[in-house]
């Protein structure tokens, strides 16, 4: 679980979203959908080119 919250941090100042503070409501639904989208989507090209390297 540490692990998925220091991801979702990175993901948050990687991508210019608002870094959750302690004293702040938690990120609205649309911005985790849009991280875990991002993810999805970066996992899914690096399957691809793995797949197209024989390197899989």
Do not use: D, H
């Not at 993901?11 to 911005?31: N, V």
């Amino acid at each position: 679980m540490k692990f998925l919250n220091e991801l979702k941090e990175f993901c948050y100042r990687f991508f210019s979203l608002r870094k959750p503070e302690k004293e702040e409501e938690p990120p609205s639904a649309e911005q985790t959908a849009f991280v875990y989208v991002i993810i999805a989507i970066l996992l899914y090209l690096l399957l691809f080119l793995l797949l197209q390297e024989g390197v899989l």
